[in-house]
């Protein structure tokens, strides 16, 4: 099957009926979870204290519930406007942006703890027209630079891709380096075609005394291993449920108040006038 980067470009490929299909997919909402898990072990926050994230391509929000479950704050960018929209049904928490990251960021210096991208950055591997600021040398340097500069002193950004050669690793690890970055690839399960994943785990600061991670070995033992790792994902199933009916039980009046607000601000059309239930009057209907 071709990947999808070849196929369209992302606005056009996450269309409604993707966007719908790709979030509601099971196997993808479990595979995107466990690679944002991971991404987050790899960008080393201070534990148990929220951080400020910037989830880059962010789509329907897959990966920033597992941002929400952690306790973290995000923004999340994305170029497509389906994806968004599923995101703001789904009523994720992060503050959402419909941006192309080939263009850079416009975020205030040191705005984030760190950056998250899980699955997006190969998508950037395609020139767009061929105009030759659209190459993808130009656009890797614009998102590269502008992350660095969004990012604090010291801090990281992980994010896990789809290379489809040594090249494009290459290509991609040079321009982070010469935007500022530190760090290098981390390759979880190198020999497992179904396993392997592909971290860039970038450092911003620290005088390069961060190292770069190891990755995970595809030698899971067998018995014992599978079974604490199906223990490990039963317990995060779990939670995320937990979660979840947490997250659903504190729609209260002012959590409702606060989302019509947010929804207003962002332009969205139909959004419900406040009710005696929400404590206000009803706007006069004109
Ligand atoms: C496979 S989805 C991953 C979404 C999300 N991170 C997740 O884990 O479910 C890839 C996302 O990258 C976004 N994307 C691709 N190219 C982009 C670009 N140039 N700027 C912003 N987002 C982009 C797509 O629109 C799509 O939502």
């Known amino acids: 099957m071709s990947r999808p980067e070849l196929i369209a470009p992302p606005e056009i490929y996450y269309g409604d009926t993707e966007a719908q299909k790709y979030t509601a997919n ?12 991971r991404a987050l072990e790899l960008l080393n926050l201070p534990p148990d204290e929220p951080s400020f994230i910037l989830d880059i391509g962010c789509g329907s929000g897959l990966s920033g519930e ?13 170029i497509a406007p389906s994806m968004l929209e599923v995101a703001l049904e789904r009523e994720v928490e992060g503050d959402l942006f419909l941006q192309d990251i080939g263009q850079g960021f416009g975020f205030r210096p040191g705005s984030f703890d760190g950056a998250i991208s899980i699955s997006v950055i190969q998508w950037l591997l395609n020139a767009e027209t061929s105009h030759p600021t659209s190459s993808p040398p130009h656009r890797l340097t614009r998102f590269f630079t502008t992350l660095h500069s969004a990012l604090k002193n010291p801090s990281r950004a992980v994010l896990q891709f789809y290379p489809s050669s040594d090249d494009q690793i290459q290509l991609i690890t040079s321009i982070a380096q010469k935007a500022g970055f530190g760090g290098g690839i981390v390759v979880d399960y190198p020999n497992s075609k179904k396993a392997k ?9 620290s005088g390069g005394a961060q ?3 190891q990755g995970l070995d595809g030698e899971v033992p067998e018995g014992a291993g599978d079974s604490v790792k199906f223990e490990k994902r039963r317990e995060r199933e779990k939670r995320r449920k937990e979660n979840g009916a947490k997250r659903k039980g504190v729609k209260d009046k002012d959590w409702i108040l606060k989302k019509k607000e947010l929804y207003r601000r962002r332009g969205k059309e139909h959004v419900p006038n406040d009710s005696l239930y929400t404590g206000r009057k009803r706007r006069p209907a004109f």
């Open 66 to 78: 597992i941002l929400d479950e952690q306790g973290h704050i995000w923004v999340g960018v994305d």
């Open 26 to 37: 099971s196997r993808i909402q479990q595979i995107q979870a466990d690679m944002t898990y």
């Open 211 to 213: 190292h770069v991670p």
């Open 197 to 205: 994943k592909v971290f860039l785990c970038l450092f911003v600061g």
